[in-house]
């Protein structure tokens, strides 16, 4: 399975910015200049923002305190640009992955209500270990834990299928365990608690598709089309509803074509009447690592790049950092 989470930047210890490389301080130095005196220089940020990648994203976020007196930058792009479209874009591009990953869950999970469409982008779909990470990073930013959050903010099959994968029970993949016999035997057991029965048995669905790798969900995939005619997806479509079923479905597809699925992510933030530029922004936040292959993907399924479906969905300087982005990322 694809990790979207660069798990070797965000296991640094906290407080310092590990390597120092000359680039790292022009940038920090650039920030610095785009927010001297009054009002910020907001095309002066989105060059630097627009440029980093999530390794410099890290290294800015560490660097430029040490720097500058111990200034959080997030907290200085608050104060220079707000909380407006693209002062949130500002924000979570300068964090390093796990933390911007913590912000969105903390602002879906703000005020009245849950924003679920969101939240289940960020919990689900992740392998055990960036799920460990996620978690981590909670408490060291809160001191409380995320289970007990999401406790009181979620309920039925939705809280079902999040903390399924909250909790980090997909196995490790093993050969000799996850056979292809294995895979025949689950594909009947998600039938009969499905289609087969009156009444869906939504834990044992949720179980088996968090429980499995993504090297054997392939198998178990292609065996439940050989018995039953369609894939998974299409099964959990069938069978579960609301924000349950949308979760559920990212969850099957981040492990079996996580490139297609996260541009299909960018898409819906884009489909109906007018942008959700929140969730438009935690994709290009999200993604960030592996944005070009995304944008390939999208390109392919939808016959127009992430870019342009950007450009004719928002504008200004929102328009021109998330742009920047998409355009500088990494391969």
């Not at 399975?1 to 790292?24: C, D, H, L, N, Q």
């Not at 430029?64 to 924000?91: H, R």
């Not at 960030?288 to 479906?309: C, G, Q, T, W």
């Amino acid at each position: 399975m694809v990790s979207f989470y660069p798990t070797v930047v965000i296991e640094a210890k906290p407080g310092s910015s590990g390597e120092v490389r000359p680039a790292i301080d022009e940038a920090c130095e650039s920030i610095h200049k785009a927010t001297k005196g009054w009002g910020a220089d907001k095309s002066g940020l989105i060059n630097v923002v627009g440029g980093l990648s999530p390794s410099d994203r890290f290294h800015v976020f560490r660097r430029y305190p040490e720097i500058y007196g111990g200034q959080d930058l997030n907290d200085l792009m608050k104060s220079e640009v707000g909380s407006n479209d693209f002062g949130l874009a500002l924000q979570l591009l300068t964090l390093p992955n796990d933390l911007a990953d913590v912000k969105i869950i903390k602002k879906c999970t703000a005020g009245l209500g849950t924003t679920e469409h969101v939240l289940y982008q960020v919990i689900c779909g992740r392998t055990t270990k960036d799920i460990d990470l996620l978690k981590k990073a909670w408490f060291n930013k809160y001191s409380s834990d995320l289970g007990l959050l999401l406790a009181s903010e979620l309920s039925g099959d939705f809280k079902l299928i999040m903390f399924a994968c909250l909790q980090g029970i997909e196995q490790e993949y093993d050969t000799a365990f996850h056979t292809q016999e294995k895979a025949e035997a689950d594909a009947e057991m998600f039938y009969k608690a499905g289609q087969k029965r009156w009444g869906t048995d939504e834990q044992k669905l949720i179980n088996i598709i968090c429980h499995s790798p993504a090297e054997y969900l392939r198998v178990l995939n292609y065996a439940y089309v050989d018995k039953y005619g369609y894939n998974l997806a299409k099964a959990l479509e069938k069978e579960l509803g609301g924000d349950a079923r949308e979760a559920a479905i990212y969850h099957v597809n981040m492990k079996l074509k996580p490139y297609e699925a996260a541009a299909a992510q960018i898409k819906k933030a884009c489909a109906g009447f007018g942008t959700d530029e929140f969730a438009l922004t935690c994709c290009i936040a999200q993604y960030h690592l592996f944005l070009k292959k995304v944008d390939e993907a999208h390109s392919k399924a939808y016959d127009k790049s992430i870019s342009k479906r950007i450009a004719s969905e928002v504008g200004g300087n929102f328009k021109k950092v998330l742009t920047a982005i998409v355009e500088n990322a990494p391969y």
